[in-house]
């Protein structure tokens, strides 16, 4: 199976301000086939259900606003968040996508500082 | 829009039986690939399985295979999970989500979920 590992467990960010989240996978989940990584980032705000807003590793989900960005490639990847507003506090999760079993990180918190 | 809406949760002692349930609409439910995942405290995230969209393909986590079967009902708009030999550690809120293909292992629509509960 691949190991999803998140990095901070928890961060608090300033309003307007940067937040980057890492992951890192135990195995590469770029596909030599496509050229695609296949890793995903979801939201998971308090009390909600999970929530896509990344694919294929920086392809937003529709209706995701555009501070969102995924980035990286290969084994080490950001979800960076550029400016950081009050609807943004949740949880993050990556998730990679290249084959089953699914697996996901163990999850970032983003609060407000 | 879209709506996956689950059911049939509840306590159920170890051993036990339980089926889940998850009403789609919104969409053709019969064009895609839909999961069954699971969250606890205690192993967060955790996907469980995978049916494609004619049931051709299924797969199932090794922490569930063997005990739990996946089923979908595409002139019903509806998947299942008939979940047996219930274990304390299956305690966990479970969603299904829509894959973004027929055969997609990426989750882009999560319903509410339902709480599983496992105990004596």
């Known amino acids: 199976d691949i190991v999803m590992t998140q990095s901070p467990d928890s961060l608090a960010v300033s309003l307007g301000e940067r937040a980057t989240i890492n992951c890192k996978s135990s195995?590469?989940?770029?596909?030599?086939?496509?050229?695609?990584?296949?890793l995903a980032w979801i939201q998971q705000r308090p009390g909600q259900p999970p929530k896509l807003l990344i694919h294929?590793?920086?392809i937003r989900e529709s209706g995701v606003p555009d501070r969102f960005t995924g980035s990286g490639s290969g084994t080490d990847f950001t979800l960076t968040i550029s400016s950081l507003q009050a609807e943004d506090v949740a949880v993050y999760y990556c998730q990679q996508h290249y084959g089953a079993p699914l697996t996901f990180g163990g999850g970032t918190r983003v609060e407000i500082k | 829009e879209v709506q996956l809406v689950e059911s049939g949760g509840g306590l159920v002692q170890p051993g036990r039986s339980l089926r889940l349930s998850c009403a789609a609409s919104g969409f053709t439910f019969g064009d895609y690939a839909m999961h069954w995942v699971r969250q606890s405290p205690e192993k967060g995230l955790e996907w469980v399985s995978l049916?494609?969209?004619?049931?051709?393909?299924?797969l199932y986590a090794d922490s569930v295979k063997g005990r739990f079967t996946i089923s979908r009902d595409n002139a019903k708009n509806s998947l299942y999970l008939q979940m047996n030999s219930l274990r304390p550690e299956d305690t966990a809120i479970y969603f299904c989500?829509?894959?973004?293909?027929?055969?997609?292992?990426?989750?882009?629509?999560w319903g509410q979920g339902t709480l599983v509960t496992v105990s004596s």
């Open positions: 195995q590469s989940v770029l596909s030599s086939a496509d050229n695609r990584n296949y």
């Open positions: 294929w590793a920086s």
């Open positions: 989500a829509k894959g973004s293909g027929s055969g997609s292992y990426i989750l882009n629509f």
């Open positions: 049916i494609n969209w004619n049931s051709s393909r299924i």
